[in-house]
């Protein structure tokens, strides 16, 4: 009876379970992306910016935009973000916070959500604890966005107004 409940009155494990059903699709589609070639995989950011430019809109790509981050993490770093993950970029993309402990990949779990925004145009800003950290994963992640078109920079204290902008 309680699962009954919670099924009907649980916010969060609607919102969960809507994860999990985009999560599959992501899943689903590995097979497929995975069989792209570098330069495929590359031409999927504009054709992305192209899909948003006629009228689609982030939701309407997310699915194949986290499965392009996906494996092109696999490819330029060697890791595939897991199921978890995708679910947790899939929670940052919605605004909410997806709270993961030290060493579960929340550097990884980013990707997807930011590769995604970043498709159109406005900029994305990751927010982390410290400028070693910030600095590691900008060098690390950048490397992804880099191969699939975008840029990638570390805000550090010591950079100027200029080149913060």
């Known amino acids: ?3 009954f409940l919670k099924k009907i009155f649980d916010h969060e494990y609607k919102e969960l379970e809507r994860f999990k059903s985009i999560a599959n699709k992501v899943i689903e589609l590995d097979s497929t992306i ?3 070639s570098d ?3 590359k031409g999927k950011t504009e054709e992305f910016k192209n899909r948003l430019a006629n009228g ?3 939701d309407d790509i997310k699915v194949e935009a986290f ?8 490819r330029v770093i060697g890791e595939k973000p897991y199921y978890v993950q995708i679910l947790g970029g899939l929670a940052i993309h919605d605004g909410n916070i997806a709270e993961m402990r030290t060493g579960e990949g929340k550097t990884l779990t980013a990707t997807m959500a930011v590769y995604l925004n970043a498709l159109a145009g ?3 800003h990751v927010v982390t604890v410290n400028e070693y950290l910030a600095s590691r994963d900008a060098e690390l992640m950048g490397k992804v966005y880099n ?9 550090l204290r010591e950079k100027s ?3 913060k902008q």
Do not use: H, I, P
């Open 39 to 41: 330069e495929e995989l």
């Open 122 to 124: 406005k900029g994305v």
């Open 147 to 155: 191969f699939l078109g975008l840029t990638c920079d570390c805000n």
């Open 1 to 3: 009876m309680f699962k």
């Open 67 to 74: 499965a392009v981050a996906r494996e092109a993490a696999y």
């Open 56 to 58: 689609e809109t982030l």
């Open 161 to 163: 107004t200029e080149q």
């Open 34 to 36: 995975s069989k792209l």
